[in-house]
C-alpha cells in the first residue's frame, strides 16, 4: 500500500514537471511585448520653471538660443523681459 502511494506521488511530480516545463516553453514562444518609449529630454520654461517637452512646446529664439515655453502668456512675457 504504502509503494504504490510512493509509486503515485513519483508519477505525479513527474507530470507536474512535465506540465510546467511545457507551460514555459509555450510561453517563451510568445512574441515579447513591445518596448515603452525612452525618456524624453525635458526643458525648463525660463518664465514660470514649469518642465515641458520641447517637440509640444512653444518656442523662441533659434539654434542654441531657443527657449521653449508652458504656454503663450510666458513667451509673450519672455519677450517683453527682453525687449526692456
Do not use: N, W
Not at 508519477?11 to 518596448?35: D, H, N, T, Y
Not at 518642465?51 to 512646446?57: D, I, L
Not at 539654434?63 to 521653449?68: A, E, L, R, S, Y
Request: proline residues 7%; positive net charge; glycine residues 10%.
Amino acid at each position: 500500500m504504502i509503494v504504490l502511494l510512493i509509486r503515485l506521488l513519483f508519477v505525479g511530480f513527474i507530470v507536474r514537471s512535465a506540465l510546467r516545463l511545457l507551460r514555459g516553453v509555450a510561453e517563451g514562444m510568445q512574441p515579447r511585448p513591445p518596448k515603452r518609449p525612452g525618456a524624453v529630454a525635458l526643458v525648463r520654461d525660463p518664465v514660470c520653471g514649469t518642465f515641458v517637452v520641447p517637440s509640444s512646446a512653444l518656442s523662441a529664439g533659434s539654434g542654441t538660443g531657443t527657449k521653449f515655453f508652458c504656454s503663450e502668456d510666458c513667451r509673450r512675457a519672455y519677450a517683453m523681459k527682453i525687449a526692456q
